[in-house]
């Protein structure tokens, strides 16, 4: 079966090596959400070296901080799923309190209010500065490796 | 409002120090579902040390090992909510293509086919296995660091 991950993404790259990638998906309900991806078609976290975990996650945690720092979210969402796509992969996705799914996970039950929820959009300033953290903040949690 | 984590747990402790602990949530539908939780009240990873972050995710990743070794699922899901619970914990949940919500994620839609899904109860020896091998890979984990 083709997997998806090792196509060309039609995601825009935020930052990219020859490990693994941030992409940032537009997702219409959350448009600040980011998935960390990695490179090699590997299934589970615990098939990578404990470096190579400690590798990803500071990638994960990099984009985490980016966010915070840009788009101040009432809450994070890290997820390594992969049920439909075994290729490792960190969703890292800014939770609003009225935002469509909370506090349920956004693979939940949307709220029954949905007319009362919003989709926070950032900023065309925002998204560019959120971009250039991200690219400042992973480069720099790997060179501290 | 009280968290519910700073609470005693109503769940077997399976491996704790002063840092974060590791319980089994006996969930109905994912019997060998665990959870390792922070003792403090931080609401998320980016709010620890990067050390401490490196140390809560190295308890996870022994916890995979050992359920992946012992209960041997077709994939686990790792996650950090914590939307209705704003205290650091990590998910860990061994998924098999005949349980109840696969391919979803365990939040979402249950499969039509509810009848024809399989609950994976370990057997006693498993879950003894389980729990001695947790303990052992996650001092293991730590002692490395």
């Known amino acids: 079966m ?3 991950l090792c196509q060309p993404t039609l995601h825009e790259i935020l930052w990219q090596d020859d490990f693994c990638r941030v992409v940032l998906l537009n ?3 959350y448009p600040a959400y980011c998935r960390v991806e990695l490179i090699a078609h590997i299934k589970e976290m615990t098939d990578l070296a404990p470096e190579q975990r400690a590798r990803m996650m500071k990638v994960v945690f990099a984009v985490e901080t980016a ?5 101040a979210p009432d809450k994070i969402n890290l997820a390594s799923l992969g049920n439909k796509t075994p290729h490792v992969h960190w969703h890292v996705i800014p939770r609003f309190a009225d935002d469509k799914h909370f506090p349920n996970s956004h693979w939940g039950e949307p709220r029954n209010d949905a007319l009362q929820t919003s989709i926070h959009e950032p900023s065309r300033a925002s998204i560019l500065m959120f971009k ?3 690219k400042a903040y992973v480069t720099c949690a790997l060179a501290n490796h």
């Open 67 to 71: 966010m915070r720092e840009v788009i």
């Open 27 to 29: 997702d219409a309900d």
């Open 2 to 4: 083709t997997c998806d």
């Open 132 to 134: 250039d953290k991200i």
